[in-house]
């Protein structure tokens, strides 16, 4: 499948809100200040794989909805 940028989203969707693991939850706890979560919460859920994400370098990039869903127990 042709991955060109122009083909990575489909067009009548919305592209992935992602971020780094650190400013997913700077946006969460801004979201939600009563809302409890580290990045190491984020980082043991990547481990795992109860989160995914993509390796840039050393950074692991996940998607803010994603975080929410996993927060929320989906």
Do not use: F, W
Request: proline share 5%; with cysteine.
């Amino acid at each position: 499948k042709n991955m060109h940028p122009t083909n990575a989203c489909p067009k009548n969707s919305t592209p992935p809100h992602l971020a780094t693991i650190r400013n997913a939850v700077s946006y969460v706890k801004d979201l939600r200040q009563d809302c409890y979560i580290t990045e190491n919460m984020l980082r043991v859920a990547v481990k795992e794989g109860r989160l995914r994400s993509i390796k840039v370098g050393n950074r692991n990039i996940v998607d803010v909805d994603d975080v929410l869903a996993l927060l929320r127990g989906n």
